[in-house]
């Protein structure tokens, strides 16, 4: 009965989003649908000169943008034949499902470095757009799951470069029903432009993470694992990947794979190589808070029920796996109140260390005064020492709550709606 109903429903949508897109197709959808990111950019670009009060096509292009930054990405990842397995893997930025490449590049850590700082600057870009979007009713629907990336440039469309595989692949949609998802269209509106604002600075926060501290001696122990055509520093190890290549016999139990093991363990330790950027840290996740409560007071005004992407509490949507209700709104308040206070210094984490219940992790320091970092040791605390003093800690009880209020589901819903 409910799979019936859901399937009802995802009727009654499409033919709703039929009606309504023949009235509102905007200017960016051929070229997200088909890939051509670049030429879309132009395009747009050249249509808000003449027009500079168009917001739809503001938000198109700032949107265009974003999905340039993934584009750019996938590409890169192509580029250098990416190995498939790395999909599982608790590797932010190298889990994007890219087609296999049987020539690819060779890299080296420095190309990696490049990658993210591009990727860095694509984010910019959007946000500088969406930014510059004055118009709170604003509006620009679109087929959002068939976006198209032609990864290997083949000029072929393909379901596996669309969006909806990135999302399938970087997150659970099993609640929308597969057969509605890809044909739905979602009317992004105002709140959605500060929504995804949030995610730009939230991506280039981890971005600037990574290029903040030099991670080469762990690249050059690792590497092979990740990309066939890694440029070797050590040539024993070359030696024993070919022949294992050759005998197509990689396996995770072998000696040589538990010693790689054992050196990445010895090599998270990283030098500082970019203060600045770990600086820049902070101020995107203090943006982040900020635009989080903007978002949700637009999403308040809100009176329509539009193929909503992010709803409130009155609003429906057979995207979003959440639905706010008014006591996850009020506990996501305190949470940005609480988040917002660790990341000014006023509070402090527990220390995972020792009984004293005053003594906590001071966030603020850690991202304004960084140093060298050694994640075992961090770990284990001695390496968070610089970091560790006495004062007002944040209760573990509070955000105990806090994850009770969301079903035990606070951070899917921290991820959905940032």
Not at 154 to 168: R, Y
Request: charged share 25%.
């Amino acid at each position: 009965m409910f799979s019936k109903i859901i399937l009802m429903t995802c009727s009654l949508l499409l033919i709703a989003n039929s009606l309504a897109w023949g009235q509102q197709k905007p200017l960016v959808e051929k070229y997200l649908l088909t890939g051509k990111f670049s030429q879309g950019e132009q395009d747009l670009k050249a249509h808000l000169e003449k027009h500079p009060k168009d917001d739809q096509t503001r938000l198109g292009l700032g949107t265009l943008q974003f999905m340039q930054a993934l584009d750019h990405l996938s590409k890169s990842w192509y580029r250098y034949g990416i190995n498939s397995n790395t999909r599982n893997a608790i590797l932010p930025f190298f889990r994007l499902p890219v087609p296999n490449n049987p020539n690819p590049e060779q890299i080296e850590y420095e190309s990696v470095r490049q990658v993210f700082k591009n990727m860095i600057k694509d984010l910019e870009q959007a946000d500088q757009t969406l930014a510059r979007i004055e118009s709170k009713d604003v509006k620009l629907p679109l087929h959002l799951f068939e976006i198209h990336f032609d990864i290997n440039g083949d000029g072929k469309k393909n379901k596996a470069e669309d969006l909806n595989a990135f999302l399938n692949e970087l997150f659970d949609l099993k609640q929308i029903p597969p057969r509605c998802r890809p044909t739905t269209v979602i009317a992004f509106d105002y709140a959605d432009v500060i929504w995804l604002r949030g995610y730009t600075h939230v991506l280039r926060s981890m971005l600037e993470f990574a290029l903040a501290y030099d991670a080469e001696a762990l690249w050059d122990v690792s590497a092979y694992r990740i990309f066939p055509n890694v440029k070797f520093k050590h040539d024993f190890m070359k030696e024993e990947f070919e022949e294992l290549k050759r005998e197509q016999n990689i396996s995770l139990f072998d000696q040589n794979t538990l010693l790689d093991i054992l050196a990445s363990f010895h090599n998270l330790n990283f030098k500082l190589k970019e203060p600045e950027r770990v600086i820049r840290i902070h101020q995107h996740l203090k943006k982040t808070v900020e635009l989080s409560r903007e978002m949700w007071s637009a999403l308040a005004e809100e009176t329509d029920n539009d193929r909503e992407w992010i709803p409130n509490s009155r609003q429906t949507t057979l995207v979003s796996p959440f639905r706010p209700t008014g006591q996850t709104l009020a506990a996501w308040q305190d949470i940005l109140d609480e988040t917002e206070a660790i990341l000014d210094g006023r509070k402090l984490l527990p220390f995972w260390r020792g009984e004293a219940k005053d003594r906590g992790f001071n966030v603020k320091r850690f991202l304004t005064e960084p140093k060298d970092f050694d994640l075992i040791l961090f770990i284990h605390g001695t390496g968070a020492l610089p970091h560790v003093e006495r004062g007002d800690v944040t209760s573990i009880e509070k955000w105990s709550q806090f994850q009770e209020a969301f079903g035990g589901d606070l951070f899917s819903f921290a991820i959905w709606f940032n």
